[in-house]
């Protein structure tokens, strides 16, 4: 079962290559098969969502990243760690998520604590901050005031 020291350990890896050592062995720890997945060609992009309960890893083809396109460090095809979706928060409720984060926090805790968001989704209550590098998409309940999922994810040409 995933914990709080396993949910930061993958946002600090956050960025990091599939051949990077540090998470290849987590990865190991989550049981998670190796190598992993290649994605789809047309999507380039892989989503995890059953190897881990509660939470969703996302990784992208480096030539989909624009961050990387001039990059010789890395081999075609190969997947960046780009993405962590926690969908059962119920998991973390004990815990501050990375970037100080609270499952109790409000929305007006929030913007408090980031500003305004930069973009609103049209049809939930779901919105995106960019704090430290990173894209923040927090989704809220219905009557848009407990956080009920986070979604980190490092920048790219698009975005959720």
Request: aromatic share 12%; hydrophobic share 40%.
């Amino acid at each position: 079962m995933i914990d709080n020291n396993i949910l930061n350990r993958l946002f600090n890896l956050l960025d990091k290559s599939e051949r990077d050592l540090d998470l290849i062995k987590l990865l190991n720890e989550l049981k998670i098969c190796q190598p992993l997945p290649r994605p789809d060609k047309d999507t380039g992009d892989l989503l995890l969502e059953e190897e881990v309960e509660g939470i969703y890893l996302g990784f992208n083809n480096f030539e989909d990243l624009v961050q990387y396109n001039n990059s010789i460090d890395f081999m075609e095809g190969e997947l960046i760690f780009t993405s962590i979706s926690i969908i059962d928060g119920n998991l973390f409720k004990k815990y501050k998520l990375p970037l100080g984060l609270e499952l109790e926090m409000m929305f007006v805790d929030i913007v408090e604590k980031f500003g305004e968001p930069e973009w609103k989704r049209s049809y939930d209550n779901a919105y995106r901050w960019e704090v430290e590098g990173l894209k923040v998409l927090l989704e809220f309940d219905d009557e848009n005031k407990y956080l009920l999922r986070v979604n980190y994810q490092i920048p790219q040409e698009y975005h959720f």
